[in-house]
C-alpha cells in the first residue's frame, strides 16, 4: 500500500465562507480530519470546517497539554511542547503509513504562526505533504478595519505581543505599519508600546476578525482585562491615518538622513520622515526622501538656514508636523544649530524642536578605508561663509600641533578654491609630507570614489565640495591587508 499525503489546510481567521475552494474539497476528500485544541477541547478549527466535513472521516483531536500555565515538565514549557509534537506527528504518521489521506487543519495560514509547522518539519522528510495557502488574520483585521496596511513602498511589521516591550517599542518607531499578534495577557505591554513609541493614537484593536463576533475598537479604548488570544492591534498606513494639524500639537523634528544610500537612514529617521505633514530642506536633500500622499515639500536654496528654519517652526506654531531635512547628521554643519537658534527667539518659544541623529559623512568615509578616527579626532569645515579665514587658520593651526586626525568637511566650492592650499600648508608646518590623507567622494552616492595619497601629494585643484578630507596624525598608519589598502589611527599613544 503506497503512503498517504499530509495535507497543511488553511481555513482562514474564522469565518467558513472565507475558506478557499481548493481547501473545502481537500477537507471533504480526506480521510483524515487532524485539528488542534486546548485542554477545553473546544476546536475553533474544526469548527470552521465543519460544513465541509462528511460523514465517516476518521478525526485526531490533537490537545496541548498547556498553553501560558506554568509547567512541571523537566523541559519547561518548550519541553512539554517538544514532546507533544512529537507525540502528534506520530499519530499521524501511523494514518500516512496506512496509506490514508490527513488533512491537518490550521487557522489562518498553515505557515503563518502556525501549530501544522511543528507536523510538517517532523513528516514532510517522511511522507508526501502539501500546503493551501489561508487568509491570515492580519488580512481579516485589515478589512475589518477598512484600512489599507501599507502603501507604494511602506514597510509593514508582524510583531509577536510575546516580544520584550523595549524590543516591541522599538520596531513600531522603526516601522511605517504594524500588525501585533498573540495578544491576550500580552496586552498590557503591547498598550505600553504602542504609547511609548507614539503610535497609540494610530492603533486599532480587532477581535475575532471576520466572525460573528467580531469587535473592532480604538487599541487605546480596550480594557485589557478582557482581551482574548485571537485578537490583534494593528497600526495602519500612515497615508491612510493622516494627522490634520488641527487636532495635533505642531513640532518640528530636524532629521539626518545619512550621507547618501538610504541603508545608512536610520529606521527612527524613515518612522519620523513618515508621519511628517511638512518636510523643509534643501532641495537635493527633500529630492531624496520618498514622495507620500498628502505630505508637502518645501525646497529651498543652501544660503537661506535661517529663513528655512523661521519657516519650519512657522508650520509647527499652525499645527504642522515638520520635518526639517539635513545630509549626514543633523548637528554637524548642517540645520539642527540653525533651528535650534531661531526657536531661541520669543516667537517660536513654545514650539517643540527634536533632533534625530543621522550616520555623518567623516564616519562614512572613514569606514570605507579602515579606522582613521579611531583615536582622538577633531572636525572643522574651510567653509568661511559664517565665520572669517583667520578663525579657520587659527583651528587648522591649533589641531595639527595637537597631532589629532581630523576630518575636513566643505573644503571647496565653485567660489572658493584656496581654502585646500592654504589648509595643506597650515599643516604641513606640523605634520610630514607622509602624513597619510584620505579624499572621499560622494560616498554612499552613484559618483563614490576613496583615494588615499600623502598630504605631500594632496592636489587641491581635485577637490570640489562633494568631497570630505580625512588627514591623519603622526600615528596614523597605512597598510596592506587581504581587504585592499586600509588606514588606522592606533587607540594607543606613545608616552
Given at each position: 500500500m503506497s503512503a498517504g499525503k499530509l495535507w497543511g489546510?488553511?481555513?482562514?481567521?474564522?469565518?467558513?465562507?472565507?475558506?478557499?475552494?481548493?481547501?473545502?474539497?481537500?477537507?471533504?476528500?480526506?480521510?483524515?480530519?487532524?485539528?488542534?485544541?486546548?485542554?477545553?477541547?473546544?476546536?475553533?478549527?474544526?469548527?470552521?470546517?465543519?460544513?465541509?466535513?462528511?460523514?465517516?472521516?476518521?478525526?485526531?483531536?490533537?490537545?496541548?497539554?498547556?498553553?501560558?500555565?506554568?509547567?512541571?515538565?523537566?523541559?519547561?514549557?518548550?519541553?512539554?511542547?517538544?514532546?507533544?509534537?512529537?507525540?502528534?506527528?506520530?499519530?499521524?504518521?501511523?494514518?500516512?503509513?496506512?496509506?490514508?489521506?490527513?488533512?491537518?487543519?490550521?487557522?489562518?495560514?498553515?505557515?503563518?504562526?502556525?501549530?501544522?509547522?511543528?507536523?510538517?518539519?517532523?513528516?514532510?522528510?517522511?511522507?508526501?505533504?502539501?500546503?493551501?495557502?489561508?487568509?491570515?488574520?492580519?488580512?481579516?483585521?485589515?478589512?475589518?478595519?477598512?484600512?489599507?496596511?501599507?502603501?507604494?513602498?511602506?514597510?509593514?511589521?508582524?510583531?509577536?505581543?510575546?516580544?520584550?516591550?523595549?524590543?516591541?517599542?522599538?520596531?513600531?518607531?522603526?516601522?511605517?505599519?504594524?500588525?501585533?499578534?498573540?495578544?491576550?495577557?500580552?496586552?498590557?505591554?503591547?498598550?505600553?508600546?504602542?504609547?511609548?513609541?507614539?503610535?497609540?493614537?494610530?492603533?486599532?484593536?480587532?477581535?475575532?476578525?471576520?466572525?460573528?463576533?467580531?469587535?473592532?475598537?480604538?487599541?487605546?479604548?480596550?480594557?485589557?482585562?478582557?482581551?482574548p488570544y485571537f485578537s490583534i492591534a494593528i497600526v495602519p498606513s500612515p497615508s491612510n491615518n493622516p494627522r490634520p494639524a488641527t487636532e495635533s500639537r505642531g513640532e518640528v523634528v530636524v532629521v539626518g538622513l545619512g550621507p547618501g544610500d538610504t541603508a545608512w537612514t536610520t529606521p527612527e529617521v524613515a518612522h519620523e520622515l513618515s508621519l511628517a505633514t511638512d518636510l523643509v530642506g534643501y532641495g537635493p536633500y527633500v529630492d531624496r526622501v520618498p514622495t507620500r500622499p498628502g505630505q508637502r515639500r518645501h525646497s529651498s536654496d543652501n544660503r537661506v538656514e535661517a529663513e528655512r528654519a523661521a519657516m519650519a517652526l512657522d508650520l509647527a506654531k499652525n499645527g504642522a508636523r515638520v520635518a526639517v531635512v539635513s545630509s549626514g547628521d543633523p548637528g554637524v554643519f548642517a540645520m539642527a544649530a540653525a533651528v535650534l537658534e531661531v526657536a531661541a527667539e520669543d516667537q517660536w518659544r513654545g514650539v517643540p524642536v527634536r533632533i534625530l541623529p543621522g550616520m555623518t559623512a567623516a564616519n562614512a568615509v572613514a569606514s570605507r578605508v579602515g579606522a582613521p578616527l579611531g583615536h582622538d579626532y577633531a572636525v572643522l569645515s574651510l567653509s568661511d561663509r559664517l565665520k572669517p579665514w583667520d578663525v579657520v587658520a587659527r583651528r587648522i593651526s591649533a589641531v595639527a600641533a595637537a597631532d589629532m586626525a581630523f576630518a575636513v568637511y566643505n573644503p571647496a566650492s565653485k567660489s572658493r578654491t584656496w581654502q585646500v592650499q592654504a589648509m595643506k600648508d597650515l599643516v604641513l608646518e606640523h605634520r610630514s609630507p607622509e602624513t597619510p590623507v584620505v579624499i572621499g567622494r560622494d560616498v554612499a552616492g552613484a559618483e563614490e570614489s576613496v583615494r588615499v595619497v600623502t598630504l605631500g601629494e594632496l592636489e587641491p585643484s581635485e577637490i570640489d565640495m562633494r568631497t570630505l578630507l580625512i588627514v591623519g596624525s603622526s600615528m596614523t598608519t597605512v597598510v596592506e591587508t587581504g581587504s585592499g589598502r586600509q588606514v588606522f589611527t592606533p587607540r594607543r599613544y606613545p608616552e
Open positions: 489546510v488553511g481555513i482562514g481567521p474564522g469565518d467558513p465562507e472565507l475558506v478557499t475552494v481548493k481547501a473545502a474539497r481537500v477537507i471533504g476528500e480526506a480521510d483524515v480530519i487532524a485539528f488542534h485544541s486546548a485542554r477545553h477541547g473546544k476546536s475553533i478549527s474544526r469548527a470552521v470546517a465543519a460544513p465541509y466535513m462528511r460523514e465517516g472521516q476518521i478525526e485526531e483531536h490533537l490537545v496541548y497539554p498547556v498553553t501560558t500555565e506554568t509547567v512541571d515538565h523537566p523541559g519547561g514549557y518548550q519541553g512539554a511542547m517538544d514532546e507533544f509534537y512529537e507525540a502528534a506527528a506520530e499519530r499521524l504518521a501511523v494514518h500516512l503509513a496506512a496509506g490514508r489521506t490527513v488533512a491537518l487543519l490550521a487557522a489562518g495560514d498553515p505557515l503563518f504562526y502556525s501549530s501544522y509547522m511543528h507536523m510538517h518539519k517532523r513528516l514532510a522528510d517522511r511522507f508526501d505533504a502539501e500546503v493551501i495557502p489561508g487568509v491570515t488574520s492580519v488580512s481579516a483585521a485589515s478589512a475589518a478595519l477598512g484600512k489599507p496596511l501599507v502603501e507604494g513602498e511602506e514597510i509593514l511589521t508582524i510583531l509577536p505581543g510575546t516580544l520584550p516591550q523595549a524590543e516591541l517599542t522599538r520596531r513600531l518607531k522603526e516601522t511605517d505599519a504594524a500588525a501585533i499578534l498573540k495578544l491576550g495577557r500580552t496586552f498590557p505591554p503591547v498598550l505600553q508600546s504602542l504609547e511609548d513609541s507614539g503610535r497609540l493614537g494610530e492603533a486599532h484593536y480587532v477581535e475575532r476578525a471576520s466572525t460573528t463576533r467580531q469587535r473592532v475598537e480604538s487599541a487605546a479604548e480596550v480594557d485589557p482585562d478582557g482581551v
